[in-house]
């Protein structure tokens, strides 16, 4: 079965400094999403992307943050300058139709920030 | 704004227990349902979910769910419990037409075999 694949697993970084999260969707998916978990609360939404546009973000998902799809088969968020709070679990979602389509995750990247 | 409660952190149940984890949402439009489960060291998968339509839902693993919407409850029902059910499960909710998915809080589950 295809599956949402994200790299790397563990990223630790000094704060002030950009990281790359990259994610590999399913294939025939068209709808991409990036979630965070901060340890111990709630996943939050960050931003869904369509056709290579935002197509709805978050208040989290400020300049600090941006999302790009490279080629053909990467979807990555990149943070510019990274902060302590930004330290958290990344997932990685998509799904073949927007409206409401079932999202499969990817497993997460843990973000560390010191 | 949309908020989901899931009622319970930590439960604790014995092997062939039954099991209902509560959801409730705050959101007065039509909405779209979900419950996803992660087991240890994997990856958030779906359960079940509910668009529209008969209002008990049944998913895999023989879980089911059931939308009250005079409740605007989403419970997840499960008859008996066994020891691989150990996880942490999650109700989403996302509005009609849109994308976000907004997660309650969690509650893992253990079962004691």
């Known amino acids: 079965e295809p599956e949402v694949t994200q790299t790397p697993s563990h990223q630790v970084t000094q704060m002030g400094q950009e990281v790359i999260l990259r994610c590999v969707p399913i294939?025939?998916?068209?709808?991409f999403y990036w979630y965070r978990q901060i340890l111990g609360q709630k996943v939050e939404f960050l931003v869904s992307?369509?056709?290579?546009?935002?197509?709805?973000k978050s208040e989290i998902f400020d300049d600090q943050f941006s999302v790009e799809r490279p080629d053909g088969s990467n979807f990555t968020l990149k943070i510019r300058s990274t902060k302590l709070e930004d330290s958290a679990m990344y997932f990685c979602?998509?799904?073949?139709?927007?409206?409401?389509?079932?999202?499969?995750f990817g497993p997460g990247t843990r973000l560390t920030v010191l | 704004a949309q908020s989901v409660s899931q009622h319970n952190h930590h439960v604790i149940l014995s092997e062939a227990a039954s099991l209902e984890l509560g959801c409730n949402y705050s959101?007065?439009?039509?909405?779209?349902l979900f419950w996803y489960v992660q087991y240890p060291g994997q990856h958030l998968q779906l359960l079940l979910k509910y668009f529209s339509g008969d209002p008990l839902v049944k998913g895999i693993k023989g879980f089911e769910a059931e939308f009250i919407k005079s409740k605007f409850s989403f419970n997840l029902r499960k008859p008996s419990v066994q020891w691989s059910d150990t996880a942490e499960y999650f109700c989403a909710v996302n509005r009609e037409y849109g994308n976000k998915l907004v997660f309650g809080a969690g509650t893992i589950l253990r079962v004691k075999s």
């Open positions: 979602a998509s799904s073949r139709f927007g409206q409401s389509d079932t999202q499969y």
């Open positions: 992307f369509y056709n290579n546009e935002i197509s709805e």
């Open positions: 294939s025939n998916h068209l709808y």
């Open positions: 959101y007065g439009g039509t909405v779209n």
